[in-house]
């Protein structure tokens, strides 16, 4: 047994049941951004940008479902591998840049502000 398995998403059953207004609510919202009719976005894009967005929250099973779905929208190797590569660059820059309110803290601190 492994920490994230394929079988899982039977266990959305439960999470039906004990919300089922929520789940039901839920599951139109993300069908209607991931494939709504009114989308302008086409499906090979909205998809990749998914699996950058998957790999920063670090959603495994988000991550296999978008890169599968990319797959089959079209997406290559290559379009599949620059996607990673820019969620990569996007979270370090973020641990950049919250480092400036690191430094600001440690500033303010420096100067007697300890609120």
Known sequence: MSYH???????AKHIRA???????AFMAW???????SDKVIP??????MAVAVALTTQC????EAHTKAAHAAGATQQEVAETIMIAA??????GYAH???AMKFFDQADN???R
């Open 5 to 11: 398995e394929h079988t899982d998403h039977q266990y």
């Open 60 to 63: 495994a099973y988000c991550i």
């Open 18 to 24: 004990g919300a089922p207004e929520a789940f039901k």
């Open 89 to 94: 660059a996007l979270r370090a820059g973020g």
């Open 112 to 114: 007697g502000d300890v």
């Open 43 to 48: 499906p090979k894009y909205t998809e990749l």
């Open 30 to 36: 993300d069908t209607q951004v991931l494939r709504g």
């Open 99 to 101: 480092g400036f309110m």
